[in-house]
């Protein structure tokens, strides 16, 4: 009759529950999401500024704002490759995909290709995803034994 009325709490206490699990995953979906989502909306705002003050605008700010324009480039893959280590894929093999995606990116302006693919495979292999992160993981572990 105890086992009818559940409440999320597993018999065995070092095991956190299944909605704990639950919640930190869609935590973690949630927080991947929008940081990707904010960098590249923040990457294409600043390449259309960019574009529309190169001609008129000083050296300085200019070359500021390219700088910028890097940092957030770059920064998307690196957000991309840490989150696609979560789901399971070899350092390596991620390593050498999000290296020559963000090279590729850069050629011709294919960046208006590869980052909408790229944004829209990766929110979609992170819903789907199942594993928690190893920072999760541990934060989860000890806080259920801290319950104890």
Do not use: D
């Not at 350092?91 to 909408?116: H, Q, T």
């Amino acid at each position: 009759m105890k086992e009818e009325i559940s409440t999320g709490i597993e018999k065995n206490k070092s095991e956190p529950s299944n909605v704990v699990k639950t919640l930190m995953l869609e935590n973690e979906r949630n927080v991947f999401s929008m940081k990707l989502i904010f960098r590249l909306i923040g990457y294409l705002l600043i390449t259309i500024l960019l574009n529309s003050i190169r001609q008129t605008s000083s050296l300085y700010i200019v070359w500021t704002l390219i700088i910028i324009q890097f940092l957030l480039y770059f920064s998307i893959f690196i957000l991309c490759f840490n989150r696609s280590k979560v789901f399971g894929l070899n350092k390596n093999i991620a390593f050498i995909i999000f290296v020559l995606l963000a090279f590729l990116g850069r050629v011709e302006s294919l960046e208006i290709i590869i980052f909408p693919l790229m944004a829209i495979i990766m929110l979609f292999l992170s819903y789907k995803n199942k594993k928690l992160s190893p920072a999760a993981e541990y934060h989860l572990l000890n806080n259920s034994k801290k319950v104890e």
